[in-house]
């Protein structure tokens, strides 16, 4: 709703006149309570979400306000500005280290204070949680982050861990939390970084988690003592589940036992707690608002979530049976127990009496008797993995969002559960943790679902028989809302155990090993599949169908026969109902012959209930025999037409019809649509068909008038199921559809007020124009394409939208470039209205100026995009399009000339070179504006687009004035738009890209005059002088403090940057004198680069049999492995400017290169040309032995020769022929000696070299054949002959 200008200022309201009042600064401004505050950082960090980047212009702002606010005594305030300042850094990660810095000094001031009279365990914790936060957040930009502040974090919660045992028990408590919460934040850095630590953190989880005392001694102890026992129990728990989450690849056999062995310890520990775990003595409790009970339940929360990750990241087998055999009796109590800790709310007491009980999705007292939260109308979330499944009759839009919450018994908030904000990945407002109690049912049923098939067949038969027992208990029939509890407990467990048993899971297959289990199994689903819950009969239908498909052909044949049986005897509509659909899961579970065997009986029957006057059994039916036909496919046919008969008779049918419902019908039965129910029967029909609807038609007439008859209908649903219809009918059988009046319907709907048709309608749009484009926009009503940029600028993350664009592009971009540049200016200048205006600001377009002049040219840019920047900047009437759009415009403008440019490598004079070259003045503009603009990512795509202009047109003569090159009037804008690069506000990536384009601007020849090249060939001499050297102080430009990631990536570009200028010196002489004064300083470095890429690449790990750092350590060669897949990027982006460089001086005979080749040190005196010493040996210097660097370079270019990438074909053969080029000259004798010639380097050399001439083009099969041809003259027989 809001846009982008419109976000900022709110996000400013909120800092500036809420948070910002907190602490209270000024007499005259009261302080804000903790619900406003929580409110307003709430509100402020889904606004963050929303910006995304476009927030770093109130960045800072931001980080104040929210590191203030991390102090606050309320809990609930500290983790939501956890949250926030985790939001924060995720949209700007230049961020991070700040944040970090401020956090962990903060939490070492508290922590210092806490054994004074100014202590504040509370406000400790919330710079603990802060600081978490924000390095959980570390890993996805390893660019921003720090080894040595990552190492100062652990090494203080472990000096925290080990100096706690000699405080008091309340401070100790504190202390550990807060050391505990520290390493959890670590755990996101990944494996590369724990495994150094891994050894040392066992044993800290074996000291906390202890191997409990015997029952004596824990009866002796307090309340108070117990409680803290807990809380140490459930924060160092709580690092282990941060652990397990994003360290699956350091799981070995013994790392997994002996976790497990921790749990069980936890396990027994939790099994010796005392009857009464309350007390009415504040003294007695360590926390104010936690009691023993409490504490009790958030280690049962923890510990469960834990063993159910074991149980899905681990190998089979790694979870000794006696760990099962505690948890599994455990988790079966927590979620079926009828005894049960329910809060003491008068209105619980009242609706849990048998007469006033209606439903227990209708309580609202945040805990519903037990009940699992994973279940909400239709849709189901797997306990496991969390991840949803929706039933398509569960809405996604608002008024449906609202409707959810209205009949979900649990809500969810941030501060239920603080770990989450440093162990779940993303800020996600869509799933927030519930209350201990229910997230305890929830972990348990997972341990169940997860275990229960790897038990030995007696241990099944026990646990089901418990299961069986709690639902067939009496004292739940005393207690209806707790029996319908555990009711959907049970089902929901059911499922994910038979989802193990088929393997839908990702974790360990199971399986139920006896008849007598299976037997106990279908007994309780029988049970579950006539409950008048739609939730647990959805459940318990799906779950007969797995156990059918895992058990044999016996079970399913008895299963069907007794579904049809109960159809037959039994009247009650949800009984009916739940056997429908039960019997279309066992269809759907079963596939193939299996499933066809009993296709007849299965049809037969859902096709009588779908004549039902009932709407709940007509619902189902409909839904099942929807089920039925998709999966049988073309199996179905013969129950076509008959299926088609009724499906139309019933759609006009009275009795099917939701306005004259029976009396007899619930209000559940009335909120299922059976006409969207009948649209998705004929979409499955359709898909029956398949092409062979051209050929069919009397059944494709039918299936038209009944797709037609959809349109006109008024739900929601059904019109979502209609469009599905129509956009599989444009796929089979485009011929015989009214496509003009189709394209006109999805106009309609992309406008609609629904949100998820709107989004078919994209959807829908997207299929089309996928086939024919150009077609599309010329059937559509004028207005299409103004109103798919307006639907991605109010929903950016479209991926239907962004497709659309993209195939457009794809289709129409080589032939019509010029439509596409003007296409791309429109948005990145459109802006949009806020609010009604007497007149409207139009952004002006600045022609290039038509002078040479620089300096005047100079001036006319500023003045031109002085003149832009204040038609662009959004005023109080209108505003650009969101960052996300422009940048789309952006990279379609970046695809397009992409595309032309490989063109123009295959073929000369193209069509869409030259319409490129007359639209060269809008793109010069497009990229300079976008070079300053207030997102990092626009200005970089914006400097790509530079370079490529460069590469294209860099050497192409101006036509009307021959002796000029073409793109030399417009030096001064790309001198402009490189300049904001190396400002302080800048970032790595900016910088790194910066510097490709000097190079490229430097050796194309727009400039040949050394005088004039001015800032950009200064800024590279300086760079390189800056990063030739091992400093942490390497900077460029103004753009200093950079991390030692960012260091890598940008002193690689400088060093690419200069290679680059080699190579061209080949060509364009004048380069020599630039870069010849420093070939004695790159060479060196550049040999040294090529050597740490090969180390990365090749070399094993080392980081593992390092072990922690010690004091003196370099502890970037320490954590080498932490950042080697961020690093090896960066080498390889410039390896081969690197060897390109260095041969091409070996062909020039260069004396240095050879001995920097050598890796000798020695000084060379200033001889030939520009201070160059040339060999003065007119024949071939033959070496008998390799030069020091020789493995490197051939190595590496043989490694990248072997291996095939995913890359264009185009981009793939002249990356090859640029190596083999190298290549070529690096094998020569004074290179590579007679090394080459060793039997295994030679034959090995030659396969490869045999298998690029048969597959490669002729180029690359050309320079095979020199490189043979020299590998021949060089031969040492040859010299012997």
């Not at 028989?465 to 029996?483: G, I, M, N, T, Y």
């Not at 005088?1011 to 001499?1021: D, F, Q, T």
Request: charged content about 20%.
């Amino acid at each position: 709703m809001l846009g982008e200008t419109a976000q900022l200022n709110a996000c400013r309201f909120l800092l500036n006149e809420i948070i910002k009042d907190y602490p209270q600064a000024i007499k005259e401004r009261a302080e804000p309570t903790k619900q406003t505050l929580t409110a307003a950082v709430s509100a402020l960090t889904s606004l963050i979400q929303c910006l995304d980047a476009g927030a770093g212009t109130i960045a800072e702002l931001c980080r104040e306000g929210l590191l203030q606010v991390l102090q606050h005594p309320s809990f609930v305030v500290q983790i939501h500005a956890a949250r926030a300042l985790k939001a924060l850094v995720l949209a700007v990660p230049q961020q991070l280290l700040p944040s970090v810095t401020i956090c962990m000094n903060s939490v070492s001031r508290e922590l210092n204070l806490l054994n004074t009279q100014r202590q504040s365990p509370k406000r400790c914790i919330g710079y603990a949680h802060g600081l978490s936060a924000v390095l959980s957040a570390s890993s996805r930009h390893p660019l921003y982050g720090s080894v040595d502040v990552y190492a100062r974090v652990l090494e203080q919660a472990t000096n925290l861990l080990k100096s706690s045992s000699s405080s008091d028990l309340r401070i100790s408590g504190c202390q550990l939390q807060v050391a505990w919460v520290m390493i959890g934040g670590l755990m996101s850095l990944g494996p590369n970084f724990i495994k150094i630590h891994l050894p040392q953190l066992m044993l800290l989880w074996k000291n906390a988690l202890p191997k409990p005392l015997p029952n004596e001694s824990t009866s002796k102890r307090s309340v108070f003592e117990l409680s803290y026992l807990a809380h140490v129990l459930e924060t160092a728990l709580g690092s282990i589940e941060a652990f397990l989450t994003s360290n699956q690849r350091l799981l070995t056999l013994d790392t997994s036992r002996r976790l497990s062995a921790m749990l069980e310890h936890t396990v027994a520990f939790l099994q010796g707690l005392p009857q009464k775990k309350t007390t009415d003595d504040p003294t007695n409790r360590l926390m104010s608002s936690m009691q023993l009970q409490d504490y009790e339940v958030t280690v049962r929360r923890r510990v469960f979530r834990c063993f159910s990750l074991l149980l899905t990241r681990s190998s089979h087998g790694a979870i000794e049976s006696a760990s099962h055999s505690m948890m599994l009796p455990l988790a079966v109590a927590s979620f079926s127990s009828t005894d049960y800790a329910a809060p003491n709310s008068l209105s619980a007491s009242i609706a849990s009496s048998s007469g006033s009980f209606e439903s227990i999705w209708e309580t609202a007292d945040n805990h519903g008797f037990g009940v699992s939260s994973l279940v909400c109308r239709l849709a189901i979330w797997d306990p496991a993995s969390r991840d949803q499944a929706r039933h398509w009759t569960s809405r996604s839009d608002d008024e449906a969002v609202v409707n959810d919450v209205s009949v979900t018994p649990v809500i969810g908030a941030a501060e239920y559960d603080p770990a989450a904000c440093y162990i779940d990945p993303d800020v996600d407002s869509d799933s927030l943790p519930v209350i201990a109690d229910t997230e305890t049912v929830n972990a348990a049923i997972a341990v169940f679902g997860l275990s229960l098939p790897l038990q030995t067949p007696k241990v099944q038969e026990s646990v089901l028989e418990q299961v069986s027992a709690s639902l067939s208990s009496s004292s739940l029939q005393k207690d209806p809302a707790r029996k319908a509890a555990v009711t959907v407990n049970i089902a929901l467990a059911l499922y994910l155990a038979l989802r193990v048993t088929t393997g839908d899971t990702g974790s360990t297959k199971g399986s139920l090993q006896s008849a007598q289990a299976e037997k106990v199994l279908q007994d309780i689903l029988h049970v579950l599949i006539k409950d008048p819950d739609h939730s647990v009969r959805l459940l318990a239908a799906d779950a007969l169908g797995r156990l059918c498909s895992s058990s044999g052909s016996a079970l399913t044949t008895n299963e069907v026969t007794q579904l049809i049986e109960m159809i037959v005897s039994n009247r009650e509509p949800h009984v009916r109902a739940g056997c429908a659909l039960a019997l279309a899961c066992i269809h759907t579970r079963l596939g193939g012959m299996a499933a066809g065997y009993h296709m007849k009986n299965i049809v037969g029957i859902l096709m009588s209930l779908a004549a039902d006057s009932h709407p709940l059994v007509h619902f189902w039916a409909l839904e099942a025999l929807g089920r039925v036909a998709e999966s049988a496919g073309l199996n179905f046919s013969a129950y076509m037409t008959s299926t088609l008969g009724m499906l139309s008779q019933l759609y006009v049918s009275d009795s099917h019809n939701s306005e004259n419902a029976t009396l007899a019908s619930s209000n559940m039965s009335l909120d299922l649509s059976v006409s969207a129910a009948i649209a998705h029967g004929v979409d499955a029909l359709i898909n029956v068909l398949g092409p062979g609807l051209q050929d069919m038609t009397k059944a494709r007439d039918m299936l038209l008038t009944l797709v037609s008859l959809f349109d006109v209908d008024t739900d929601v649903e059904t019109l979502l199921a209609s469009l599905r219809c129509m956009e599989h009918l444009s796929v089979y059988a485009p011929g015989h559809l009214q496509t003009d009046d189709y394209v006109r319907r999805l106009q309609g709907d992309i406008d609609s007020d629904s949100a998820e048709l709107s989004h078919a309608a994209v959807s829908g749009m997207f299929s089309l124009m996928r086939r024919d484009a150009p077609e599309i926009i010329r059937i559509a009503k004028p207005g299409l394409e103004e109103r798919l940029w307006e639907y991605l600028n109010a929903q950016p993350d479209t991926p239907a939208v962004r497709n659309i664009f993209l195939n457009w592009l794809q289709q129409t971009g080589s032939s019509d470039p010029t439509e596409w540049i003007a296409r791309c200016n429109t948005v990145l200048t459109k802006s949009k209205s806020r609010v009604e205006q007497p007149k409207t600001a139009l952004p002006k377009n600045t022609p290039a100026p038509d002078v040479v002049d620089e300096e005047v040219a100079g001036f006319a840019v500023s003045e031109g995009a002085a003149k832009e920047d204040d038609s662009q900047t959004p005023t109080s009437t209108q505003e650009l399009m969101r960052w996300q759009v422009r940048l789309f415009a952006m990279e379609l403008l970046f695809t397009l000339i992409a595309t032309i440019s490989r063109e123009a490598a295959i073929r000369e004079d193209t069509s869409g070179e030259a319409a490129l070259q007359y639209k060269l003045a809008d793109i010069v503009r497009i990229a300079f504006s976008a070079s300053t603009a207030s997102v990092a990512s626009l200005r970089i795509v914006g400097l790509r687009i530079v370079e490529q202009i460069l590469k294209m047109f860099g050497r192409t003569p101006d036509p009307d004035f021959a002796e000029a090159m073409l793109l030399e009037q417009y030096q001064a804008q790309i001198s402009s738009a490189l300049t904001p690069a190396f400002a302080a506000d800048s970032s790595p990536e900016l910088a790194a890209e910066a510097v490709d384009v000097c190079a490229t601007f430097i050796s194309t020849g727009i400039v040949t005059d050394i005088e004039r090249m001015g800032r950009i060939l200064k800024l590279l001499v300086s760079a390189l002088e800056s990063f030739s050297k091992d400093s942490e102080t390497a900077n460029i430009g103004d753009l200093r403090a950079l991390s030692s990631n960012a260091q890598v990536m940008v002193r690689m570009a400088v060093f690419s940057a200069w290679a680059e200028l080699q190579v061209a010196s080949v060509e364009q002489k004048y380069l020599e004198v630039v870069v010849k004064p420093h070939i004695a300083q790159l060479v060196p470095l550049w040999l040294s680069s090529l050597r740490e890429y090969a180390r990365l690449r090749f070399e094993p790990d080392i980081s593992a049999a390092i072990g922690p750092p010690g004091p003196n350590d370099d502890l970037d060669s320490v954590y080498a492995a932490l950042n080697r897949q961020t690093l090896l990027a960066f080498y390889q982006d410039s390896w081969l400017s690197l060897v390109d460089a260095i041969a091409s001086l070996v062909d020039e005979n260069s004396e240095f290169v050879f001995d920097a080749l050598d890796n000798k040190n020695t000084v060379i005196k200033a001889e030939g040309i520009n201070g160059v010493s040339r060999r003065k040996s007119a024949g071939i210097n033959y070496h008998e032995e390799p030069v020091a660097f020789f493995f490197v370079l051939f190595g590496l270019a043989f490694e990248s020769l072997a291996v095939r990438t995913a890359e264009d074909d185009v981009v793939t053969s002249q990356r090859n022929m640029d190596i083999l080029q190298a290549l070529k000259k690096i094998l020569r004798p004074s290179v590579s000696g007679k090394a080459i010639y060793q039997d295994v380097v030679f034959s090995e050399c030659m396969e490869l070299l045999d298998r690029m001439v048969l597959t490669e083009s002729l180029g690359v099969q050309a320079i095979i054949v020199e490189i043979a041809r020299n590998l021949c003259i060089t031969h040492p027989s040859s010299r012997q002959s």
